[in-house]
Nanobody
Framework: QVQLVESGGGLVQAGGSLRLSCAASGIIFRINTMGWYRQAPGKQRELVAD????????????NYAESVKGRFTISRANAKNTVYLQMNSLKPEDTAVYYCKASTTNGIHYWGQGTQVVISS
C-alpha cells in the first residue's frame, strides 16, 4: 500500500503562485511515476503534470498538459517519495481540486485526498 498526503492548496489572486506538495509513504520503492491531476466543477479529471524515473538513465522525465506548460513545474525530492508542483502565473481557469497520483512498477495506482486551489480574478 501507498499513502499520499497533499498540501499547499489555497486561494490566490490571478498571476500569483502556489506550491503543492505530495508526500508518499508505505511501499514507496515500487513507485515509478508520480503526478498531479485536477478536476474542476462539472469537468473530468485531467492530467496536469507527471514525472517518471528511469532506472536506466537514472534521471526523471516529466510530462505537462499544454495548458500549464511554461507556468507549472513538477519536481521530485527526498529519495523520490515527495513530489512538488510549482504553479506560477495562475489563472482563474486553474481553479480545481488537485490530486496527487502515484503509480507503481506493477501497475497499481494510488490517489491522494485532493487539495483545493482557487484562483480569483
Amino acid at each position: 500500500q501507498v499513502q499520499l498526503v497533499e498540501s499547499g492548496g489555497g486561494l490566490v489572486q490571478a498571476g500569483g503562485s502556489l506550491r503543492l506538495s505530495c508526500a508518499a509513504s508505505g511501499i514507496i520503492f515500487r513507485i515509478n511515476t508520480m503526478g498531479w491531476y485536477r478536476q474542476a466543477p462539472g469537468k473530468q479529471r485531467e492530467l496536469v503534470a507527471d514525472i517518471s524515473n528511469s532506472d536506466i538513465r537514472n534521471s526523471d522525465s516529466s510530462n505537462y498538459a499544454e495548458s500549464v506548460k511554461g507556468r507549472f513545474t513538477i519536481s521530485r525530492a527526498n529519495a523520490k517519495n515527495t513530489v512538488y508542483l510549482q504553479m506560477n502565473s495562475l489563472k482563474p481557469e486553474d481553479t480545481a481540486v488537485y490530486y496527487c497520483k502515484a503509480s507503481t512498477t506493477n501497475g497499481i495506482h494510488y490517489w491522494g485526498q485532493g487539495t483545493q486551489v482557487v484562483i480569483s480574478s
